[in-house]
């Protein structure tokens, strides 16, 4: 089983985004093809754990694709484990496997388990697979979810024991975008940045009270880890250069489809500026 794993690993690993990116690199979806055969028999020798365990209730419970909720709960079931099994004396031989795993995910012979998390998150962002917020999934919906997830048998075969406050934990991080206050103005949009703190705060470009601009004046001053994008009608170069005078993280149009706002605001919260509207 773990030779089959090793191999299904390395495969997956430097092939499974040029597989997506060109149906037609053979080579790339031949090499996915025995990571899907070698996994499956892993899985079968092996048993699964809270991966699956999470997503056999939830895809019972919503419409959402199996695979994307594994995709999207992976990085986060991985960094858990990780975090029990710290705690664990007896399961270090267990985090050396997610070492192991963290070196052939990224290629790097000196990576460490936050490394290989890191990667599996990015992968995620660069397959474009959603989170569980946008798969229609809620914090109102976690406690049943775990409940069910705590009684299913794949939960069972997971290689440490993670409580509810880790279950919990990875069901948050896995949702991706959560909306924590909306604002009438722009005077009300500057006093829940100074109380609410959030990552990303989204502005239209022209609303009562303060303007977009004067308001991300004021957060890069007083609360320079909230990033702003700005949301806008207009799709001129006027209002595209007073956005980025404001250093602004990002420049999006109101026409744009609802799935690309969401990958604008998780690249803002990462840091990186995204200009759309044929600027």
């Given at each position: ?227 702003a994008l700005v949301l806008t009608g207009h799709d001129r170069d006027y209002y595209l250069a007073k956005a980025l005078e404001a250093e602004v993280a990002g420049f999006l149009t109101k026409e744009e489809a609802p799935e690309r706002l969401a990958e ?16």
């Amino acid at each position: 089983t773990d030779t089959l794993a090793r191999e299904g690993i390395k495969r997956g690993a430097r092939s499974i985004l040029r597989a997506y990116q060109n149906g037609c690199d053979l080579s790339a979806r031949e090499d996915m093809a025995l990571c899907s055969l070698f996994g499956g028999l892993a899985l079968a020798n092996g048993g699964l754990g809270a991966v699956h365990g999470f997503a056999g209730p939830m895809g019972g419970l919503f419409k959402a694709a199996h695979g994307e909720i594994c995709a999207s709960l992976l990085p986060y079931v991985v960094k858990y484990n990780v975090n029990a099994l710290e705690q664990d004396e007896a399961g270090q031989d267990i985090k050396i496997r997610f070492v192991e795993i963290a070196r052939m995910l990224t290629g790097d012979p000196d990576a460490g388990v936050n490394d290989g998390v890191a990667w599996l998150e990015s992968l995620v962002d660069r397959l474009e697979i959603p989170g569980l917020g946008a798969m229609g999934i809620e914090k109102t919906d976690f406690k049943n979810i775990i409940e069910k997830a705590k009684a299913s048998s794949s939960m069972q075969k997971n290689p440490v024991r993670l409580d509810e406050s880790a279950l919990y934990a990875i069901l948050e991080e896995a949702s991706d975008i959560e909306i924590v206050g909306e604002a009438k103005d722009g005077t009300e949009a500057k006093q829940m940045v100074a109380e609410l703190d959030p990552d990303v705060l989204l502005l239209d470009l022209v609303m009562p009270g303060l303007r977009a601009c004067e308001i991300e004046a004021w957060v890069r001053t007083n609360c320079p880890a909230t990033v702003a994008l700005v949301l806008t009608g207009h799709d001129r170069d006027y209002y595209l250069a007073k956005a980025l005078e404001a250093e602004v993280a990002g420049f999006l149009t109101k026409e744009e489809a609802p799935e690309r706002l969401a990958e604008a605001i998780r690249h803002a919260a990462r840091g990186e500026i995204l200009i759309t509207g044929g600027q």
